[in-house]
Nanobody, 120 residues
Framework: QVQLVESGGGLVQPGGSLRLSCAAS????????WGWYRQAPGKQRELVATITSGGSTNYADSMKGRFTISRDNRKSTVFLQVNMLKPEDTAVYYC??????????????WGQGTQVTVSS
């Protein structure tokens, strides 16, 4: 089992910034890729960005420019820096990790999400 715990969400004024974190724990052999997703009220969950263990990143077209994904492999942690926040960024942000447990068993795990609210 792999547990993912997000943190860093909260209430932010438009134009502000946030840095979200997601830490993985468990009997992990490797994390091959991380992802950040978000789900706004009444909308489907959507991709924000992904990053591989090697550092290759991919962003949804609408997320390019204000969002930066990074990771610390040693700490099994992924980050999402969000700048110039807009009210439409209000959503629950989820992290996802895929990789292998000891014994080379694959996993695909999700965190429980952290709420980001952008409002004045």
């Amino acid at each position: 089992q792999v547990q993912l715990v997000e943190s860093g969400g909260g209430l932010v004024q438009p134009g502000g910034s946030l840095r979200l974190s997601c830490a993985a724990s468990g009997v992990i052999f490797s994390i091959n890729a991380w992802g950040w997703y978000r789900q706004a009220p009444g909308k489907q969950r959507e991709l924000v960005a992904t990053i591989t263990s090697g550092g290759s990143t991919n962003y949804a077209d609408s997320m390019k420019g204000r969002f930066t994904i990074s990771r610390d492999n040693r700490k099994s942690t992924v980050f999402l820096q969000v700048n110039m926040l807009k009210p439409e960024d209000t959503a629950v942000y989820y992290c996802n990790a895929v990789g292998y447990l000891l014994g080379y068993r694959p996993f695909d795990s999700w965190g429980q999400g952290t709420q980001v609210t952008v409002s004045s």
